[in-house]
């Protein structure tokens, strides 16, 4: 590893929060590091996700060298290592410039494993749900009075976490298949796969590759393994049963496994035990059970000490007091009697199903954005049986409309174009005293905005009446 960081110039590719992340990373120990990005410079800092900021100026006094709007292919070829961003598909010109060159490509987080060896990890992937996940067995980690963060795509780039001095004991690493897709050393002390449905086939030639990348959450599984994993997926089920390792499961449909919602008496069973009251959870929606179930599967299966009575209690006590995520059915206002909702994490079709299932009023529903190659007829059943009108906008407007008029399922639906405070001003005048307003795109956010954060930023500030 240090052979490869010393042998000549480090090409970081994506100046992103992990790009940024990793090139400090590789600095740090010592190599030269050539950083660059398709975009433009950045005009402001760029938050690490740790409370502090690291503008990208700051790159330059630690020695690397930095490009902006394009990258020097011939000087990317010459390096003894290729860093990629999980934003940079695999064949961008960079890397097809590097693999030419026989140059190891690697991800962020695949650099960071390096230099986290003492590090417990609990990894989660799949489809939904694992960002809920992941900040949840952060949370309850910690109270069970663990020193745990939560860090990958989440938010915060595992980089960022391997340049603290000295870096927490537990880690709750968040993996998309992007960043899957190049890490090779993951040998985490508790996998975790929430889910698998079709994704990101705007990135994949279909759904068989996407899937082949979310394998590779058991690229290391020995006898010594640990999985959790969804009893009630059939796809994750198909793709767990040849993977070695001891298998924990969970269920909310009360199959017999380790972790069930017990729905006659509206509880959640750990282990075989009643753990706590489902109302007892300040959670929204069906989805959130199988979170919950998860998270606290993971970190009972964790570490011995997490299975005890008083360990138990303290699992109890923390999901009493989590919060949720931003972004993802996050009840932002509640004005004149009508509920905005923020889902703008839903970047897929499966995700906005998920949400839209979980509306108790009427609701008048936001979808749109940048269009990833699924079909969005799937989606018709759950906004006739909900919607009191379906607001759709951006690039991916004319797909949408044409895919749930393709579904012969009546779906009442307008299209806007790419204003988003038309849109908001529309739903505005189309929801009643008891409705609801939500925001759940099932697309991704890069034709209108910087990212979903952005989007439920500025959703957030419109819901709230603040231009």
Excluded at 25 to 48: C, F, I, K, M, Q
Excluded at 256 to 285: C, K, N, S, W, Y
Excluded at 330 to 356: C, F, H, P, Q
Aim: with cysteine; hydrophobic share 45%.
């Amino acid at each position: 590893m240090r052979e490869l960081l010393a042998a000549g110039e480090v090409a970081v590719i994506g100046l992103a929060r992990s790009g940024l992340a990793a090139a400090r990373l590789a600095a740090r120990e010592g190599a030269r590091v050539y950083a660059s990005d398709s975009g433009p410079r950045p005009s402001n800092s760029v938050a690490t996700g740790r409370g502090a900021a690291a503008a990208p100026d700051a790159l330059a006094v630690l020695g690397i060298t930095e490009q902006y709007g394009g990258h020097d292919l011939e000087r990317i070829a010459k390096a003894s290592l290729a860093i990629v961003s999980p934003g940079v598909p695999p064949d961008a010109a960079p890397v097809v410039a590097a693999r030419g060159a026989g140059i190891p490509v690697v991800s962020e987080v695949e650099l960071a494993l390096w230099f986290l060896g003492k590090a417990r990890l609990i990894a989660v992937t799949g489809t939904n749900g694992k960002s809920t996940v992941t900040a949840l067995i952060a949370h309850l980690l910690r109270s069970l009075g663990a020193d745990a963060t939560a860090a990958g795509n989440i938010g915060v780039a595992l980089s960022e976490i391997a340049l603290m001095p000295v870096p927490p004991v537990w880690i709750a690493l968040e993996m998309s298949s992007f960043q899957l897709h190049d890490t090779s050393s993951l040998r985490p002390a508790v996998g975790v796969l929430t889910n698998l449905s079709p994704d990101h086939l705007d990135r994949y030639a279909g759904t068989d590759d996407y899937y082949a990348d979310k394998d590779r959450l058991f690229v290391n599984a020995d006898a010594a393994s640990i999985w959790v994993t969804n009893a009630d997926d059939v796809e994750v089920t198909r793709r767990a049963a040849r993977v070695r390792g001891e298998h924990r499961r969970f269920s909310v449909r009360g199959l017999g496994v380790d972790a069930t919602f017990d729905e006659a008496h509206e509880a959640i069973t750990l282990l075989g035990e009643r753990l706590m009251p489902r109302a007892d959870i300040p959670l929204f929606g069906q989805h959130n059970v199988a979170n919950v179930l998860a998270a606290t599967l993971a970190v009972a299966s964790a570490d011995p000490a997490f299975t005890t009575g008083s360990a138990r209690d303290g699992l109890a006590r923390g999901l009493r007091s989590f919060e949720g995520l931003p972004n993802r059915l996050e009840v932002v206002a509640d004005s004149e009697g009508v509920l905005w909702i923020n889902d703008s994490k839903a970047t897929n079709v499966a995700s906005a199903r998920v949400a839209i299932d979980a509306m108790t009023r009427p609701t008048v529903i936001l979808m749109g954005g940048k269009h990833k190659g699924e079909s969005y007829t799937s989606l018709a059943a759950s906004l006739a049986n909900r919607a009191r009108l379906v607001i759709v906008f951006g690039e991916a407007a004319a797909q949408i409309e044409a895919d749930l008029a393709a579904s012969g399922t009546h779906v009442p639906l307008e299209r806007l174009g790419s204003s988003f405070e038309e849109v908001i001003a529309r739903a505005r005048t189309a929801a009643a005293r008891g409705d609801a307003v939500l925001l759940s795109p099932a697309c991704s956010s890069f034709d209108m905005f910087r990212n979903y954060e952005d989007r439920g930023d500025i959703f957030r500030r419109l819901a709230r009446g603040v231009a």
